[in-house]
């Protein structure tokens, strides 16, 4: 930098003026030519013409130069003759990037060629160019299919392909991208992919990540302090006896829970009241799974039963009776079909209508978890290890050891990481494609007592768990860190369980109630209708027992949180 603050002329494209002297207001770490090309990048996409060139002009840079603005041209236009020789020219990112381009534009080629009906030519494409440029069979199998298409609609239903005068081309050109040199290229939307990366970066460091990363570009994300509110909780108040499970619905509406009082209650979360009480089982229920359109729920319990129930009737639908132990956990696989594994070395998949899909030999299963695209199926046996299935076939992949027995589990929404909970007091976290243990989580207690942990937050950014201490464990999943202690329950913590719609979550106890711990705004704690007087929380846990009116009723009691 000259002592004037200014810049010396740089070298510049061939054809375009000299920069004229200008004052640089601030030195940067970034080469000033890539931040005026993703500029100018930018500028083009947002339709900005004008400012684009003018840009150009006073910069001296520009986005491409003239052989790689001719190849974009030639692949908007179709001229695929002139593609081909450019790609000749091209700076490749590597050197298998070559033929992969140009599949890319062949393929392009042989759809138009189908497109115009002239059938010969685009057979001559697949079976003189494409056949030679991959070794993907069945790629080249789905192509030729292709010329039995009647209609140039149902090409374009085949081929999920929009046609010539669709965005197929700009798509071509998008990918064809990935293989050219960045210095001659830009790399689509830029721009856009380090403000997500920079937004994706903010949000994995941020402490208390439970909201989504809003504030836009101006500033930083950062989540307050403060996980759960400290000044309120809702407790729900209708079981008889200890409360064993509890889950949401996938759209927010419900939280279903099972007690050892042999019966599932349905809650409203609109205004906390009991929607229906489900009675049916003959021994305790301690497992239950929501139907992927919140309407219906499966319900497991030690009377070796499992029994379908209607949310909204609030009616027994069907009893599936096949284990001969206690049920121990149930998965929805879709919308008519269900898994179901327990202490008798019994995995069975049910078809809703009671009858039996496939039955498989296992360890005594303490708990499972199904992917949400249901490929993958994790069973925690009475032991120490976590079995992987392939979920289509029911085939063992492989197994995870942990150092005593694994009570419960849960797998996180992308099905890349999943917590375990251990008899000896331990969560661990582990990297299922790595299978390699990750993280541990600690100062809960746990011993003899089934307690379900969970991943919450946005992105499964927090992992919680109960505790026989009777406190809620929060911890930062990425960390590791313990976020805050929150008292509520008086007595073993059970399970806790996550809602993004509810942006809560719900744990159940061994008081025989529930509690629901809003996360941030938009919760139940900010919702004035649900606030209730907080004298009735001074009552004691016999006084309300004594009260009828409460039994059945929802109340806010104060909580208190300690914060780390």
């Given at each position: 930098m000259l002592n004037n603050g200014t810049i010396p002329a740089l070298k510049r494209y061939p054809g375009l003026e000299q920069e004229s002297q200008r004052t640089c207001l601030r030195e940067s770490q970034f080469d000033e030519e890539q931040v005026v090309r993703l500029l100018l990048q930018e500028l083009h996409d947002r339709g900005f013409s004008d400012t684009f060139k003018l840009l150009q002009r006073e910069s001296g840079y520009t986005l491409e130069d003239e052989p790689i603005a001719q190849f974009r041209n030639s692949v908007l236009a179709g001229e695929w003759s002139k593609v081909?020789?450019?790609?000749?020219?091209?700076?490749?990112?590597?050197?298998?990037?070559?033929?992969?381009?140009?599949?890319?534009?062949?393929?392009?080629?042989?759809?138009?060629?189908?497109?115009?009906?002239?059938?010969?030519?685009?057979?001559?494409?697949?079976?003189?160019?494409?056949?030679?440029?991959?070794?993907?069979?069945?790629?080249?199998?789905?192509?030729?299919?292709?010329?039995?298409?009647?209609?140039?609609?149902?090409?374009?239903?085949?081929?999920?392909?929009?046609?010539?005068?669709?965005?197929?081309?700009?798509l071509v050109l998008e990918s064809l991208q990935a293989h050219i040199s960045p210095g001659s290229m830009v790399p689509v939307h830029r721009m856009e992919t380090l403000f997500g990366q920079a937004l994706a970066h903010q949000s994995e460091a941020c402490k208390y990540h439970v909201r989504p990363a809003t504030q836009g570009l101006y500033v930083d994300h950062a989540c307050p302090a403060s996980v759960f509110p400290p000044e309120l909780q809702f407790s729900l108040k209708g079981h008889q006896d200890e409360v064993w499970y509890v889950a949401f619905s996938p759209d927010g509406r419900y939280l279903a829970s099972g007690s050892r009082d042999k019966t599932c209650i349905i809650w409203s979360m609109e205004d906390f009241s009991i929607a229906h009480r489900?009675?049916?089982?003959?021994?305790?229920?301690?497992?239950?799974?929501?139907?992927?359109?919140?309407?219906?729920?499966?319900?497991?319990?030690?009377?070796?039963?499992?029994?379908?129930?209607?949310?909204?009737?609030?009616?027994?639908?069907?009893?599936?009776?096949?284990?001969?132990?206690?049920?121990?956990?149930?998965?929805?696989?879709?919308?008519?079909?269900?898994?179901?594994?327990?202490?008798?070395?019994?995995?069975?998949?049910?078809?809703?209508?009671?009858?039996?899909?496939?039955?498989?030999?296992?360890?005594?299963?303490?708990?499972?978890?199904?992917?949400?695209?249901?490929?993958?199926?994790?069973?925690?046996?009475e032991k120490t290890e976590i079995h992987a299935y392939d979920l289509a076939t029911l085939t063992f992949m492989y197994s995870l050891k942990e150092p005593t027995e694994v009570m419960s589990m849960a797998l996180s929404a992308d099905a890349r990481y999943c917590i375990t909970g251990l008899r000896n007091g331990q969560l661990h976290m582990w990297h299922?494609?790595?299978?390699?243990?990750?993280?541990?989580?600690?100062?809960?207690?746990?011993?003899q007592y089934v307690i379900r942990c969970t991943f919450a937050g946005i992105d499964d950014c927090l992992v919680a768990t109960g505790s026989e201490d009777g406190l809620l464990y929060v911890w930062n999943r990425n960390t590791?860190?313990?976020?805050?202690?929150?008292?509520?329950?008086?007595?073993?913590?059970?399970?806790?369980?996550?809602?993004?719609?509810?942006?809560?979550?719900?744990?159940?106890?061994?008081?025989?109630?529930?509690?629901?711990?809003?996360?941030?705004?938009?919760?139940?704690?900010?919702?004035p209708d649900l606030k209730r007087d907080l004298s009735e929380a001074e009552k004691s846990d016999d006084d309300v027992d004594e009260d009828n009116s409460m039994v059945s009723d929802s109340h806010s009691v104060s909580a208190s949180v300690d914060m780390d």
């Open positions: 081909e020789d450019s790609l000749k020219t091209v700076d490749m990112l590597a050197p298998g990037s070559q033929n992969a381009a140009l599949f890319l534009v062949k393929r392009q080629q042989f759809l138009e060629l189908l497109e115009a009906r002239k059938l010969k030519q685009a057979l001559l494409v697949l079976q003189n160019e494409l056949s030679t440029l991959t070794n993907d069979i069945q790629q080249l199998h789905r192509l030729s299919s292709l010329l039995m298409c009647p209609t140039t609609h149902a090409l374009y239903a085949a081929a999920n392909w929009d046609g010539s005068s669709g965005r197929s081309r700009f489900l009675s049916g089982h003959e021994n305790e229920v301690a497992y239950i799974s929501w139907s992927l359109d919140s309407k219906r729920i499966v319900s497991a319990s030690s009377d070796r039963t499992l029994r379908l129930w209607d949310v909204e009737a609030g009616e027994q639908l069907q009893v599936f009776d096949g284990h001969e132990e206690t049920v121990t956990s149930c998965k929805w696989l879709g919308p008519s079909k269900f898994i179901s594994g327990g202490l008798d070395h019994k995995i069975i998949i049910w078809n809703t209508d009671g009858s039996i899909i496939k039955q498989i030999s296992s360890p005594r299963v303490h708990d499972l978890a199904v992917s949400v695209d249901f490929s993958l199926l994790l069973v925690a046996d299922l494609e790595a299978r390699s243990r990750l993280r541990e989580f600690s100062g809960h207690a746990q011993g590791g860190q313990l976020l805050g202690r929150l008292r509520g329950h008086t007595k073993t913590i059970n399970v806790c369980s996550w809602s993004d719609n509810m942006a809560a979550l719900a744990t159940a106890s061994d008081d025989k109630t529930i509690c629901i711990w809003p996360a941030y705004h938009g919760a139940p704690s900010h919702r």
